[in-house]
């Protein structure tokens, strides 16, 4: 089994700044992809920010140049660095992890979210 946390959420004021951290666990033998989805209230979950096991990165418009997602592959721990938050960047953030355990199964593992709000 795989276990996925996240960590980092908080309360911060227009144009602060939060890191928020996810750590996968358990039964691992290849980690592929990693990323962070969001989902405001009354709004369907939508992508943030995903990066692939060999670095490569892809980020939802409305967080370019704000957001820098990275990842510590010996921890198999991914990171999003959120930059001049906005109040529109409130949300359940959720991280998911793409593994293959060492049963050889291969599928997508997710944490229970982390609320990041932002406001004055």
């Known amino acids: 089994q795989v276990q996925v946390v996240e960590s980092g959420g908080g309360l911060v004021q227009p144009g602060g700044s939060l890191r928020l951290s996810c750590a996968a666990s358990?039964?691992?033998?290849?980690?592929?992809?990693m990323g962070w989805y969001r989902q405001a209230p009354g709004k369907q979950r939508e992508l943030v920010a995903i990066?692939?096991?060999?670095?490569?990165?892809e980020y939802a418009d409305s967080v370019k140049g704000r957001f820098t997602i990275s990842r510590d592959n010996a921890k198999n721990t991914v990171y999003l660095q959120m930059n001049t938050l906005k109040p529109e960047d409130t949300a359940v953030y959720y991280c998911?992890?793409?593994?293959?355990?060492?049963?050889?199964?291969?599928?997508?593992?997710w944490g229970q979210g982390t609320q990041v709000t932002v406001s004055s």
């Open positions: 990066i692939t096991s060999g670095g490569g990165t």
């Open positions: 998911y992890a793409e593994c293959q355990t060492i049963l050889r199964t291969r599928a997508d593992y």
């Open positions: 358990g039964n691992i033998f290849y980690m592929y992809g």
